[in-house]
């Protein structure tokens, strides 16, 4: 199993910024991508940005030029650098990772962030 915990939510005014982190353990091998999927209250989650162990990511077009995601492989990290936050962003945030050679997909508990005035 791979355990995923996220830390870095809160409470933002907008236009601020957060830094979300995710940390891995457990049987992380051939643990090929990691992303940040979100869930807004009464919405389906959906995605937000992956990450792959050569380094490509892609980003959902709503957060593109305003979120940035980065990996520590060394220390089996993922972190989630948000800026321009607007209410809209206001969601759980939940840290996913994905074994391509068994198609095996783990998932955080998540953590709140709250775009508010």
Excluded at 51 to 68: E, H, Q
Excluded at 69 to 84: A, E, H
């Amino acid at each position: 199993q791979v355990q995923l915990v996220e830390s870095g939510g809160g409470l933002v005014q907008p236009g601020g910024s957060l830094r979300l982190s995710c940390a891995a353990s457990g049987r992380i091998f051939n643990i090929n991508v990691m992303g940040w999927y979100r869930q807004a209250p009464g919405k389906e989650r959906e995605f937000v940005t992956v990450i792959t162990n050569s380094g490509s990511t892609n980003y959902a077009d709503s957060v593109k030029g305003r979120f940035t995601i980065s990996s520590d492989n060394t220390k089996n990290m993922v972190y989630l650098q948000m800026n321009s936050l607007k209410p809209e962003d206001t969601a759980v945030y939940f840290c996913y990772a994905h074994r391509p050679l068994s198609d095996d997909h783990y998932w955080g508990k998540g953590t709140l962030v709250t775009v508010s005035s």
